[in-house]
């Protein structure tokens, strides 16, 4: 190969090697523009699904708010129906309907903690106008029974009886009140408080009685005997002394009662027209007293009402926990 001849070949290789390296070049300058493009796309997109996601939390937000603020307006005009002196008990009903509706757009937009904080009202609500409708009779004979000295002693004896029934353990206080109130139909000297608990459930001025059947009895009984070596008082029964405290009390609230219970016709006592009841109001009023929350239902549904009220400040405190979480509600 003559040096013409290698000379034109080396000048052939560069000429290649120069075209090569600009091919690459391109290549290379093709591709950092396709990723430079790639990143703004992938940067856009990711900006817009920032955009929607921002739009759907605020949206929720805007949807799971004003779930809340119905259920709550509902709630707040039910509870200031229910705190009445003298509530209206059809007004409260049509109310306590429109927080359940309100109660079913919260379940859609929970979270549990509200949900529960919103039925809670719901039924608090019932349990509170339940008492109050059931107790209308009994409700208007204590309001002839408190104004005067003798409807005071009454109450007094009936706390009196509440007390000792209260030392009663909780599995034997339905059997307690139904031998309590067969002491006070008397003669109480015959009524003998069983063995073993017989009743679950004794309320019947709201037909709330449920007697064990016998094997529950005997399966109670053996499971105590065993367990206590067939020591009545180690199982739960109510000890002597708490036994004779209930006599005692309920032959007191007995006497008070009998002074009020009186015919049709007037009777004058210093100049003053006496409060009446009869004997079956009598017994009314006992049995109400030592099987719900309080004396009188006036004070029982009172108390039920402001529970309901309560329950309506925890709803919005749960409410306000999940709407701002950090305490910021600008």
Known sequence: MTSDHFTALIGLLGVGIGAGGALIAAHMQASATKSTA???????LDGIRVQVEATQQAQFQAARRAAYASCLSAAHELAQLLTQESPDAAAARLARDKVEVACGLVNLEGPDEVIEAAWDVWNVAGDALH???????????????LSTEGGQNLVRS????????????????????RWAFRV????????ILPDFPTHSAWRPHDGSVQPWNQEEVLAHGRAWTMATLGSPSAVGRPSTRIIEQIRSDIGAYRLA????????SHVIDGGQERARVTADEANEIFVY????????????????????AQKVLDLGAAARNILYPHGDES
């Open 38 to 44: 790639e990143a703004a796309a992938e940067a856009a």
């Open 184 to 191: 006070l139909i008397g003669p109480g000297d015959e009524a």
């Open 257 to 264: 009662a009998a002074l009020l219970v009186e015919d049709l």
């Open 289 to 308: 007293a030592a099987t719900s929350g309080a004396v009188t239902p006036m004070q029982n549904y009172h108390s039920i009402s402001e529970d309901a």
């Open 158 to 177: 009936l706390q009196r009886v509440r007390r000792s029934l209260s030392m009663v353990e909780p599995r034997w206080r339905a059997t307690t009140n």
């Open 131 to 145: 008492d109050y409708e059931r107790t209308e009779p009994l409700r208007m004979v204590w309001q002839r029974l």
